[in-house]
């Protein structure tokens, strides 16, 4: 009884040195990358577009080039270069920043690329340090829920800096210059966590680093059985970014009243109830059940999205109830899929590799995606009714999502038809 009282403390402790570790850290990363958005840049323009959009795509699109070299860099990181790699991401961010404050408007635009550039494999870096454990499933929920919350609290800061009269070209760095700093410092606390202990190798598979040959033949083994859950990833990813780039103008079209912690509450809510459910992971001890576990995970938020916008008029008599199931359904079935799967899936069938080239895979696909929807309306410039089509458009997405992961289930329940052998 005492013994496992000691291990129960022990796992406790190891939970908030790690996750807290992994989840601070990567809100540090979206103060470096987010606080710019907090400032609306009214009356400036560059090439006949409105400059935030010009700066937001420059961004999105060095963070889309960070996501596809993370699909190397990331899989062929070794233990020792992981802290080098986080400080000089960190460095790089902040430094085009202060480039984003120094050089005058408008030939400063470019700046905002370099920041996506430097910060597009933190999730990477960070993830590193808490895959293959016996409590990974709870500490990437840690990590997992901190993109619930740091998006708000990024522009928070930023409003909080503005409102001292800041310039809106600097107000970025100085944010950055206190992001920077002390993420290097957790950076730091967690490149001491120990690693996976021998029973935690044996159960989980040990993680190494990953070369061009063996991506290749990952790759092309468990092709057939990715594709669709790529598929459900990518879906997910463009509506959650639907979601919250347009929430104000979804919003207008029903009777939600906009106070400045509506949205905060809702996340921070749905945050407890995600972190809640993936951290109860860690009692599926067997990874194959896992997998069917998250798979059902993925299918019953999808269900949630596709009837909640299909019976919208039902429920919109309480449209804050139906933007609540809407957040819950999407974040549920996107962060299954990005925090632990992968982890367990590498697990299941013992790969000898790592989860950050199945991730960036993921991620590369998801991002760009996300940015040609935004090239497409920043170019052509469409005007739509944002409720009737985002309701569309989720429901479209649940039902490609149901039918996705029910062929993943259907071939892990029939793994010897697809050619993978769990031993």
């Known amino acids: 009884m005492k013994m496992n009282s000691h291990k129960n403390s022990l796992d406790i402790l190891f939970i908030i040195r790690a996750g807290g570790g992994v989840l601070i850290a990567y809100f540090l990363v979206y103060a470096l990358r987010k606080a710019f958005t907090a400032s609306t840049f009214d009356g400036l323009y560059l090439w006949g577009l409105d400059y935030k959009v010009v700066i937001s795509i420059c961004q999105i699109a060095g963070y889309l080039l960070s996501k596809y070299c ?32 120094m050089i005058p408007y408008p030939a400063n635009f470019f700046c905002l690329f370099f920041n996506g550039l430097s910060l597009g494999c933190m999730w990477g870096f960070l993830f590193s340090y808490i895959e ?20 708000g609290a990024a522009k928070s800061f930023g409003l909080y800096v503005l409102s001292f009269d800041v310039s809106p070209f600097w107000m970025p760095a100085i944010i950055g ?16 966590l120990p690693d996976p202990a021998i029973e935690e190798k044996n159960e ?18 468990y092709a057939f059985f990715l594709t669709p859950l790529l598929v459900v990833n990518t879906l997910y990813t463009v509506l959650r970014d639907i979601k919250e780039d347009f929430l104000v103008d979804i919003v207008k079209y029903t009777d939600i009243h906009l106070s400045p912690f509506l949205f905060v509450r809702i996340d921070a809510i749905v945050t407890v109830l995600i972190l809640m459910m993936l951290g109860s992971m860690i009692k599926v001890r067997d990874n194959r059940r896992a997998l069917v576990v998250l798979l059902m995970l993925m299918l019953a938020g999808s269900v949630v999205v596709c009837l909640s916008s299909l019976f919208f008029d039902s429920l919109s008599a309480a449209p804050v109830l139906w933007l609540f199931i809407q957040s819950m359904g999407i974040y549920t079935a996107y962060l299954a899929f990005q925090t632990v799967f992968f982890d367990r899936f590498i697990a299941c069938f013992k790969i000898r590799g790592n989860v950050g080239f199945f991730i960036y ?17 920043s170019f052509l410039d469409i005007h739509v009714n944002w409720l009737e089509y985002y309701n569309i458009l989720a429901v479209t997405v649940g039902v490609i999502c149901i039918l996705s992961v029910g062929i993943v289930f259907s071939m892990l329940q029939q793994k010897r038809h697809v050619n993978l052998a769990i031993k």
Do not use: N
Not at 139 to 151: D, Q
Not at 177 to 192: C, Q, R, S
Not at 361 to 377: H, N
């Open 177 to 192: 210059g206190i992001a920077m700093p002390l993420l290097a410092g957790i950076a730091f606390l967690l490149d001491k």
């Open 361 to 377: 895979i993921s991620d590369f696909l998801g991002y760009l995606a996300s940015c040609l929807f935004l090239f497409g309306k």
């Open 70 to 101: 993370g699909i190397k860099i990331v899989s062929e990181l070794k233990r020792a270069h992981r802290l080098p790699a986080i400080i000089l991401s960190a460095a790089g961010a902040e430094l085009s920043l202060v480039l984003f404050g």
């Open 204 to 221: 989980k598979s040990e993680r190494i680093p990953l070369h061009k040959a063996q991506r290749r033949h990952l790759l092309k083994k």
């Open 132 to 151: 293959g454990r016996r409590l990974t499933d709870i500490l990437a929920g840690f990590l997992g829920v901190s993109i619930v919350i740091s998006s």
